[in-house]
């Protein structure tokens, strides 16, 4: 064992504010383990949350895992040193069970990663009574679990304050009596959202789609993600305060769960359905208690300003003294007020998403956003004095043309026209930040069925955004790497097959596993799927009707926009229809 790995986890520990460093005893240890160096995973709420609520249970013991850093695994490599835990230092082989916390697709790759810097098998099948459990959960995973199938023993499959800890437990209780498989088949029949991979067996047709996904006797043919009906008796904020985060020591508050605009390349805006917001007078207490260990709070949700008291909760952190961060902005719901209150919380840089350039493909998205309505957006922050702006745009959008990708220079121009007029030149924006990255088509989305385009055309359009933005000096251009986008896009919308892929990958590297593969991986990218074709997430039952999301996408290709969810009035994706 390293020493100076050992010490440098101690060093990690001692700066954090709410650890639970937990004796062991009789209770059984799971290591949560979020596939991502330990600044992004300790900026992710919904890793804090699970890791509080299963150190809650007095039968159960947590500890966490990351991935180690570049200069980190050399020294794993150099002193035959495996991944250890945090809080003890303990490697990931002396816990009973391994539990990947997974927010993105992208991430998938870390999990063979960790898994063989633990020296764990890395298949499912080639693990023994010996060996920890391999499971995960987190929003990727309740998108489309199949590509981690041949790795992961089983998945928990929706909202974790709705049943991780019955998760854990059922597993605490009954494994050390029964066989592993015969436990998971357990585990899937006694908890809601359970996912075991070796209980479905997947059938294909001679093109290659999916014909059938069959469960063996004793599992359930669809899992249905529990979710909660109500958020405020569960509080959401960070537990943990660690000045290495992404975040800093800044105290994250979730404000709601869910999006009622319904934009059609948003997951979150589906599967979190119906939209749940926490009532501003439940969310003083936890921003007081926050106060207490950090100066600055955050509050977090899909679309922050969305909510109607938002201007009171940025008050209320500023009469107690406290600086403000905020993650997410509607430019249809803001004015100059909310951007002073946030600039008084020391808020130098904010950000809106107008997604698209033109107004007809933000029509195809249901964005709902107006040229105006970014515009106003952009005056009157700069008239509360925030001079810097970041704009989140996507290239390969379905219906996309290069007019549309010329449209986005153009919009920035625009705004930066706008508020030079509006302030009779005296102001101009500061800092301008463009963040583009390439359409990734999502499951459980109107745009599941629509292919990824090309790498070398998204390459062209990326280009195409650069060169309209020449001689703009204030503007900086941050673009992601279309060659990366492809592989998120197998990883999100792949079956089962994909994993043998990745694990090429994992061995190799991408470019050698899809030279060599018999798996071709177009064949999940750049295809357009076929309307009544199954896809490998259809099991996972959220409560959309698949026609209503078909509907969508028509409505999508014609360029029509529709309401924003009202659960109270409509019925219609299916979701509302369903609860009882």
């Keep these: 064992m390293s020493a100076k790995i050992k010490a440098r986890l101690k060093k990690l520990l001692s700066q954090e504010k709410g650890a639970h460093a937990r004796e062991w005893g009789a209770r059984w240890p799971v290591a949560l383990v979020y596939p991502h160096i330990y600044p992004v995973a300790m900026g992710n709420l919904g890793f804090q949350v699970i890791y509080h609520l299963l150190n809650s249970q007095t039968g159960l013991v947590c500890e966490r895992a990351f991935l180690p850093g570049p200069q980190e695994w050399e020294e794993h490599r150099r002193t035959g040193t495996p991944v250890l835990s945090l809080e003890s230092q303990r490697p990931l082989t002396d816990f009973a069970a391994v539990a990947f916390s997974i927010s993105f697709e992208g991430d998938y790759p870390q999990v063979l990663q960790i898994l063989e810097g633990a020296r764990i098998p890395l298949l499912a099948r080639d693990r023994g009574p010996g060996d920890p459990l391999i499971l995960a959960g987190g929003v990727a995973t309740f998108l489309n679990p199949e590509p981690l199938a041949l790795f992961v023993d089983a998945f928990f499959l929706g909202e974790g304050e709705a049943g991780a800890v019955d998760f854990f437990q059922f597993l605490a209780e009954a494994s050390g009596a029964r066989e592993r498989k015969e436990l998971l088949r357990e585990l899937a029949q006694a908890v809601p959202g359970v996912y075991v991979p070796q209980g479905y067996q997947p059938h294909y047709s001679g093109d290659g789609s999916l014909s059938a996904f069959t469960p063996e006797a004793g599992y359930p043919p669809r899992v249905?993600?529990?979710?909660?009906?109500?958020?405020?008796?569960?509080?959401?904020?960070?537990?943990?305060?660690?000045?290495?985060?992404?975040?800093?020591?800044?105290?994250?508050?979730?404000?709601?769960?869910?999006?009622?605009?319904?934009c059609r390349f948003c997951a979150a805006g589906f599967i979190y359905r119906p939209p749940r917001e926490r009532a501003a007078e439940s969310l003083y207490p936890q921003i007081l208690e926050g106060l207490q260990n950090s100066r600055k709070v955050g509050l977090l949700g899909a679309a922050v300003s969305d909510h109607p008291g938002v201007k009171d909760l940025c008050r209320k952190v500023l009469d107690a003294g406290g600086d403000l961060g905020i993650s997410s902005l509607r430019a249809d719901s803001v004015d100059e007020e909310l951007f002073r209150l946030l600039a008084q919380g020391g808020v130098r840089t904010l950000a809106l998403a107008p997604d698209a350039g033109s107004e007809r493909l933000r029509q195809v998205l249901n964005k709902g956003l107006t040229q105006e309505d970014l515009a106003q957006a952009a005056i009157a922050l700069n008239a509360a004095g925030i001079s810097q702006m970041r704009l989140y745009f996507m290239v390969g959008l379905p219906t996309e043309t290069l007019e549309d990708v010329?449209?986005?220079?153009?919009?920035?121009?625009?705004?930066?026209?706008?508020?030079?007029?509006?302030?009779?030149?005296?102001?101009?924006l500061g800092q301008i930040t463009l963040s583009l990255s390439s359409f990734v088509p999502k499951p459980f989305t109107p745009f599941q069925w629509t292919p990824f385009l090309e790498v070398g055309e998204l390459k062209k359009r990326l280009k195409l955004v650069r060169q309209g933005l020449q001689g703009m000096k204030e503007v900086r251009v941050n673009t992601d790497l279309p060659k990366w986008a492809y592989v998120q896009a197998l990883l999100s919308r792949g079956d089962r097959r994909v994993g043998d892929l990745l694990l090429a990958a994992h061995r190799t590297n991408w470019t050698r596993a899809f030279r060599e593969s018999p798996v071709n991986p177009d064949f999940f990218t750049l295809r357009e799927r076929l309307q009544h074709e199954l896809f490998p997430w259809d099991f996972i039952d959220h409560g959309l009707n698949k026609e209503y999301l078909w509907e969508e996408y028509q409505k999508a290709l014609a360029g029509e926009e529709t309401p924003p969810c009202r659960p109270e009035i409509c019925t219609r994706c299916g979701v509302c229809g369903g609860v009882e």
């Design 406 to 428: 010329e449209e986005i220079p153009r919009l920035v121009k625009h705004l930066e026209h706008r508020v030079i007029k509006d302030s009779r030149g005296k102001k101009r």
């Design 224 to 262: 249905r993600p529990p979710h909660l009906p109500e958020l405020a008796p569960y509080p959401t904020h960070s537990h943990l305060l660690a000045p290495q985060s992404e975040w800093g020591e800044m105290f994250l508050v979730e404000t709601g769960r869910g999006c009622s605009r319904g």
